[in-house]
């Protein structure tokens, strides 16, 4: 495709109440926007009690070194708990979201949800012509 000097026309600002880059998402938590840190508090998040340590590398297919450096940030940006303590005669490292945590997590997935919803529309508006599943648009 031959390449035009002419730089493409701007796109107009949407209107988001508050700002001029309505696609900044600063919403994106940066702790949380990572994707074994996305993977472990999905993980925590479904399950309210907690889990073992062994469980969550092996829901998340991380490392021991791996798991324990993910969860040593988000314990110290506050969005998990990690407890120590024995099964029986066994340590048993258990983890689980603070109510902080799950505030933030929750408000980190509704910014992520309007992420999707707006690069969907987005592309959508750049065919023209194709509704969601890819049908003709009604005329």
């Known amino acids: 495709m031959p390449r035009s000097d002419t730089p493409p026309a701007p796109i107009p600002p949407q209107d988001v109440p508050g700002t001029d880059a309505p696609f900044a998402y600063d919403g ?83 910014v992520l949800e309007r992420v999707v919803r707006d690069a969907a529309e987005a592309a959508r508006d750049a065919e023209g012509t194709a509704a969601p599943g890819g049908r003709p648009r009604p005329a």
């Not at 110290?76 to 099964?87: F, H, M, N, S, T």
């Open 28 to 110: 994106l938590d940066r702790v949380i926007h990572e994707k074994a840190r996305l993977g472990l508090l999905t993980s925590l998040i479904a399950h309210p009690k907690g889990l073992a340590f062994a469980s969550l590398k092996q829901l998340c297919g991380l490392t021991d070194g791996n798991l324990s450096r993910h969860l040593q940030v988000l314990q110290e940006a506050g969005l998990v708990e990690i407890r120590k303590g024995y099964d029986g005669n066994r340590p048993q490292t258990t983890c689980g979201l603070t109510a902080a945590g799950r505030r933030r997590f929750l408000d980190y997935l509704a």
